[in-house]
RNA sequence: GGCGAAUUCGUCUAUCGGCUAGGACAGAUGCCUCUCACGCAUCAAAGAAGGGUUCGAUUCCCUUAUUCGCUACCA
């Protein structure tokens, strides 16, 4: 909806369609906008962002329905029903496939069915009522799709919709979103598949109000379906799957259940826009990585696939990492901060900084020796530590049947590594160049290839950076002190 | 059950009658390399099935199958 509107030069509203009282969730309204707000979604109307077509709660919007509703009622295209739940109940477990429709409703309690009289003193006595949609059947419905093309549904086979409930005093979605769109000038409607049968319904709104040259124009969605097995994403897939469902983490106020957040598992908003849009859409190109703005000029509603997409978390990483490794350094440092202070570590700025530095040599293009280009698979922040502990822990034990470490220190190895550290002692110099000035020519006249052996003492395991770099930022005294414990350590 | 929609590699998708069916993620292999990665190269991997229409169907039509959605005083 964004991309469309954006790219026509249209206004995107954000409405508050609380129209069942009983799910009203507190809190939900806010963490929306604060979703968007995050997401770098603008609205140009709405709750929170104003406009001349206010209010935009519905639940606010009660005395402009209650017009509307008597204006159906007025012209004969909607009736006032009182049976209860329990009476519907029971005609749907007597009837097999009962359907409240023109072969039904001669037999309900409704203001066909009773007199003027009868209807003003049941509702003069306070009685429940609903007001219904009086659909005439066996007409063909065309619904006009700009996904789908022409879809036609035949009105027998919809029932006589519930618009307007007296219990709260508040209308179902159908009869408030056809109220709301006219009244907001609304020109297209874009929503999920899942709308689409009941669509039919809202054109034979439009025409009951007269509203019809008018109609906005419709385009209905794929859905997003699990990413195994059968059936559309649920809120609860994510966190059995291990991937966020929600934006930003949720606290249910009512159940106190936690969904874990794109936001919180470091995803950046750009990412999940970006991989989000491309489910269900795409450029006509090979392109895939791309900014919001792109999205909105490449935008194109005729390029919406019809069939449901299976949610690929493990793309979604890749998206993130795409944008990650685009970040600058600096971005980096305060997640990372986090990171160090939730396992105990306490860093100075600076060190952080220049292991982000390191790391993001790594993840940044950089050419190597061979006139490579090289970058470092990190899809999150939260990655790091795991690729980062060795700067600020030293290793505790070793294990011998780790493949790296068994490769590379054999039995002659300690005593080479006895030789290093004699010769590293003798390092006044500390700095990368400095080292190198030092052990190159060491290794030149030995013939002993030391990086690897290093790397398990300092490391522990194998990766991280430049073994230069490494111990420069650990310090001659820490160096030593590694090399002395895994010597020993090997040797037994 | 009824109605509607959908159906291309494991996944997201390109193709608007000419296909040796393209790309991306994931996977495999190789190169590079002081490690892990990254990068690069290569490989493997698809038109649900059956009928039509057509010189020619992945593309159009029909049937079947499967999947999804709707069938609430929920949205």
Known sequence: NYLFAKQHGGDLIFRIEDTDSNRFVPGAEEYIIESFKWLGIKFDEGVSFGGNHGPYRQSERRDIYRKYVQVLLDNGKAYIAFDTPEELDK???EIENFQYDAKTRGMMRNSLTLSKEEVDALIAAGEQYVVRFKIEPGR????????????????SILDDKVLYKSAD?????????IVDDHLMEV?????GEEWLPSAPLHVLLYEAFGWADTMPRFAHLPLLLKPVGNGKLSKRDGDKLGFPVFPLEWHDPKSGEISSGYREKGYLPQAVVNFLALLGWNPGNDQELMSLDEMVKLFDLSKCSKAGAKFDYVKAAWFNHQYLIQQDDKEWCP?????LKDNGINATAEQEAEVVRMMKMKVIEYVDGQGNKKKRNISFVSDLWPLTKFFFVAP?????????IKKNWKETTSDEMAQMLTVIEGIEDFTVEGMKAVIDPWTEQTGIKPWNPWRVALVGEGLGPDMYELAAFLGKDEVIKRMKFAIDAMSN
Do not use: C, M, Q
């Open 169 to 177: 005093d508040l209308p179902t979605y159908h009869l408030a979103n």
């Open 396 to 404: 505790t034990s070793f294990d011998k049947e780790d493949k790296f």
């Open 335 to 339: 997640a990372f901060d986090k990171i």
């Open 187 to 191: 020109t297209h409607v874009i929503r």
């Open 140 to 155: 063909d419905v065309l619904v006009d799709d700009l996904i789908r093309g022409e879809v036609t549904i035949n009105s």
């Open 91 to 93: 005609k749907r477990a």
